[in-house]
């Protein structure tokens, strides 16, 4: 019984790529048909451009280095950005969840800047930071620090008491309790933060760059649509989904991997 319930969840992911490839493949049919058919019906797809002059487009883009150090400016600034966060969001998130003293001091400073929108701090970091790449890091940076920091606040609260109890009990002090209850204990919800922090780290370091940057995947998407280069920037908003996708997937996947102790659909 316990091999049929670990084979299943397996083909059952087999059979469920076809169809997600079948809706990828479909929605790309019918924009292809609406922009082909030049149609007009509230919205106007005459001057919209075809996935078929996007892959042209792109395929002349990914030759050029240009594209390369676009992507690679990109992900240099969302990785420092989201390392920064997780380690402070994940930190101060169990800080101000055990200690009612630092809870007091910081949360108050949080909840009145967790509304500001991150993208609005792009005048604060150009008075800040003596150069736009710092000021790029900060703002994505800001973006993912309070969903991480809000999930693990709330994971940390909402761990049962007697866990603790009973490490107390056996003659555990307060770091083994950090370390074997607390920390374990707050993963699946610090996962769900940094899933949902770098879907938010993207769209902020997107506008950032093509707000104030000099390079990246957002300041080339604007100088094509000042230009009016459309399949340029349908390849940019491509480039950005792909990113976006392959960054989040992997966060997911980091976060399975070290909570296989969690039991699964299937496996119950």
């Known amino acids: 019984?316990?091999?049929?319930?670990?084979?299943?969840?397996?083909?059952?992911?087999?059979?469920?790529?076809?169809?997600?490839?079948?809706?990828?493949?479909?929605?790309?049919?019918?924009?292809q048909l609406v922009t082909a058919a030049d149609l007009r019906v509230w919205v106007r797809f005459d001057r919209f451009p075809g996935p078929v002059d996007v892959v042209r487009e792109f395929g002349r883009q990914v030759e050029h280095g240009q594209y390369w150090q676009d992507v690679t400016q990109s992900l240099v600034r969302i990785l420092t950005g989201f390392a920064l966060a997780a380690v402070l969001g994940v930190a101060l998130g169990v800080a101000t969840g055990?200690?009612?003293?630092?809870?007091?001091?910081?949360?108050?400073?949080?909840?009145?800047?967790?509304?500001i929108p991150a993208i609005a701090l792009v005048p604060v970091a150009i008075l800040l930071f003596p150069a736009n790449e710092q000021g790029i890091v900060f703002?994505?940076?800001?973006?993912?620090?309070?969903?991480?920091?809000?999930?693990?606040?709330?994971?940390?609260?909402?761990?049962?008491?007697?866990?603790?109890?009973?490490?107390?009990?056996?003659?555990?002090?307060?770091?083994?309790?950090?370390?074997?209850?607390?920390?374990?204990?707050?993963?699946?919800?610090?996962?769900?933060?940094?899933?949902?922090?770098m879907g938010v780290a993207w769209i902020c370091v997107i506008s950032a760059e093509m707000i104030s940057g000099d390079f990246g995947v957002g300041y080339r998407t604007w100088q094509a649509y000042t230009i009016v280069d459309y399949p340029g920037v349908l390849v940019g908003m491509a480039t950005i989904g792909l990113l976006g996708w392959l960054t989040s997937a992997s966060v997911e996947l980091a976060g399975r991997r070290l909570t296989r102790w969690l039991p699964r659909e299937g496996e119950r």
Do not use: C, N
């Open 1 to 31: 019984m316990s091999g049929l319930h670990r084979t299943r969840p397996r083909r059952d992911g087999l059979y469920r790529w076809p169809v997600r490839a079948a809706s990828l493949l479909a929605a790309l049919g019918v924009w």
């Open 98 to 115: 055990r200690s009612r003293w630092v809870g007091d001091v910081l949360q108050p400073l949080f909840e009145v800047a967790r509304p």
């Open 139 to 197: 703002i994505t940076f800001a973006a993912a620090f309070f969903p991480v920091l809000v999930s693990t606040r709330h994971a940390v609260k909402a761990l049962p008491v007697v866990w603790e109890d009973a490490v107390r009990t056996l003659g555990g002090g307060r770091w083994r309790v950090l370390a074997r209850v607390v920390l374990p204990g707050v993963l699946p919800g610090v996962f769900g933060g940094l899933s949902i922090g």
